[in-house]
Structures are given as structure tokens and as C-alpha cells.
T-cell receptor
Framework: GDSVTQMEGPVTLSEEAFLTINCTYT??????LFWYVQYPGEGLQLLLK?????DKGSNKGFEATYRKETTSFHLEKGSVQVSDSAVYFC?????????????FGRGTSLIVHP | KAGVTQTPRYLIKTRGQQVTLSCSPI?????VSWYQQTPGQGLQFLFE???????NKGNFPGRFSGRQFSNSRSEMNVSTLELGDSALYLC???????????FGPGTRLTVT
């Protein structure tokens, strides 16, 4: 079946540091890829998405590029802020027999210190 | 536009009881999915409904069931509750199958 693997957390950074959270996937079809963010006590929010190879999703300074050749969708941000502290989930949506199966990674906790 | 709403936000039940959780999707969204989130297992897919039909089901026992109404609102039911069912239950809606999902704040279920 499909799977998403994220780097283990927590990732601890100082404010204004560069962020990379690795995400790789396996899928039987040609999935759409997503990053979601979950702030404490809240549900998940869509951060960005990409639907085909070489697409770059971006939002709020975060970016991720759909790399089909390496089956990866790494999340990056040039300069993190304390307010970016949250749990980040990589996810894919793959079509199987007309149905779309969502698969999420385990989540990576990001802690940003002032 | 109002977001996804879930009721109740918090629930405490005892083993053996049953529980029903409710989800109202974003207006116009036809797909509703349910997830269980726990520290140990992470985010696990329960099922997805589209136009009142269950389209996908995750690997959960038959004690977990759901339904969707004609207005796209959805309910999930867990019967014969076990301690391991304690979790945050998240509902997500999307415009169509495979689209990005918009999550509600979740229902925190505690089974004692």
C-alpha cells in the first residue's frame, strides 16, 4: 500500500534559521502531495500542495517541490519564526479504482526558539 | 465562509458505552473524511463519505461506523467503547474526492 515517511522530530531551531523537513513517499499511482500544519489544540490546516511532478507548492514562506524521480516532497522555509512552532504532516492522495486514498506521515514537531 | 465544525469538542465515556460524533462540512463540500489521531499511532484514516455513500474505509473494526446525510453533514459512531479508543477524532471536508482537505478542530474522546 501507499506510505509516507517523515523525519523524526522534534526539530529544534533558533528564530531565522533555515528549515528542512524531509518527506518521502511510496504510491501505486500518481498521487497529489500535501503539507498540513497542526497548531496546539487545533485541527490540521492545509499549508501547500502539488499535483504533478516538478510542481512547487508555496505558502507563508514555506515551499515544497514534487520530485517524482526521488519520490520526495521536502518542506523548506528560509527563515523560521517562533509562530511556526507546530506539527507538520506530509500527506498524499492516490487514486485507486476511482477512490482516493489519503495517507499521512507521522508528523514532525517543529520548535522554534527566540 | 464557515469552516468545518465538530460537536462535541470534548467527551468522556466509560468502557462498553457507545458514542456519536458529528461533523458539519464547509458549505458546498461533498466529501467528508474521519481520522483518529493518537500519540502512538499518529493520524489514521477511518472512512470517507461522498454523496451519502462510503467510498473508502480504513483498517478499523466494525465497531466504528459512519454515515452522511443529504446535506453532507456526517456522523460517526463507535460502539462498545474500549480504553484504546481514547483519541482526538478529526473530521475533514473537501470539495470533491482527492481534493485538499479542510479539517475541523476535532473531538477529544476519553474512555475511562
Amino acid at each position: 500500500g501507499d506510505s509516507v515517511t517523515q523525519m523524526e522530530g522534534p526539530v529544534t531551531l533558533s528564530e531565522e534559521a533555515f528549515l528542512t523537513i524531509n518527506c518521502t513517499y511510496t504510491a501505486t499511482g500518481y498521487p497529489s502531495l500535501f503539507w498540513y500544519v497542526q497548531y496546539p489544540g487545533e485541527g490540521l490546516q492545509l499549508l501547500l500542495k502539488a499535483t504533478k511532478a516538478d510542481d512547487k507548492g508555496s505558502n507563508k514562506g514555506f515551499e515544497a517541490t514534487y520530485r517524482k524521480e526521488t519520490t520526495s516532497f521536502h518542506l523548506e522555509k528560509g527563515s523560521v519564526q517562533v509562530s511556526d512552532s507546530a506539527v507538520y504532516f506530509c500527506a498524499l492522495s492516490d487514486e485507486t479504482g476511482g477512490s482516493y486514498i489519503p495517507t499521512f506521515g507521522r508528523g514532525t514537531s517543529l520548535i522554534v526558539h527566540p | 465562509k464557515a469552516g468545518v465544525t465538530q460537536t462535541p469538542r470534548y467527551l468522556i465515556k466509560t468502557r462498553g458505552q457507545q458514542v456519536t460524533l458529528s461533523c458539519s462540512p464547509i458549505s458546498g463540500h461533498r466529501s467528508v473524511s474521519w481520522y483518529q489521531q493518537t500519540p502512538g499511532q499518529g493520524l489514521q484514516f477511518l472512512f470517507e463519505y461522498f454523496s451519502e455513500t462510503q467510498r473508502n474505509k480504513g483498517n478499523f473494526p466494525g465497531r466504528f461506523s459512519g454515515r452522511q446525510f443529504s446535506n453532507s453533514r456526517s456522523e460517526m459512531n463507535v460502539s462498545t467503547l474500549e480504553l484504546g479508543d481514547s483519541a482526538l477524532y478529526l473530521c475533514a471536508s473537501s470539495l470533491d474526492l482527492g481534493d485538499e482537505q479542510y479539517f475541523g478542530p476535532g473531538t477529544r474522546l476519553t474512555v475511562t
